[in-house]
């Protein structure tokens, strides 16, 4: 436990003595925890939650294809 104060008194020594480095480092420890909870919730708000409706294995999305067309036409929404 000695050697953790000491490692942490000489890191806080180090830090104040360059600030441009400790900005820096700040900056991108920020941003990195900040894209990782953004990503997070995405991720969180589209694929790990149900969906919001009552029986979500009835929902189908309908489309129709041209035999001589490349684009899908959506026929309509989902149907309760």
């Known amino acids: 436990m000695f050697s953790f104060w000491l490692n942490t008194r000489h890191t806080a020594r180090v830090l104040t003595k360059n ?3 400790t900005a820096v ?3 991108l ?3 990195g925890i900040g894209a990782n909870t953004a990503i997070f919730s995405l991720i969180d708000a589209i694929l790990l939650r149900s969906l919001p409706v009552r029986n979500p294995e ?3 999305k309908l489309s129709a294809v041209r035999r001589n067309a490349r684009a899908i036409l959506p026929l309509g929404g989902p149907r309760d």
């Open 29 to 31: 420890l920020v941003g």
């Open 25 to 27: 480092a700040v900056l």
């Open 19 to 21: 600030p441009g480095f």
């Open 58 to 60: 009835r929902l189908v």
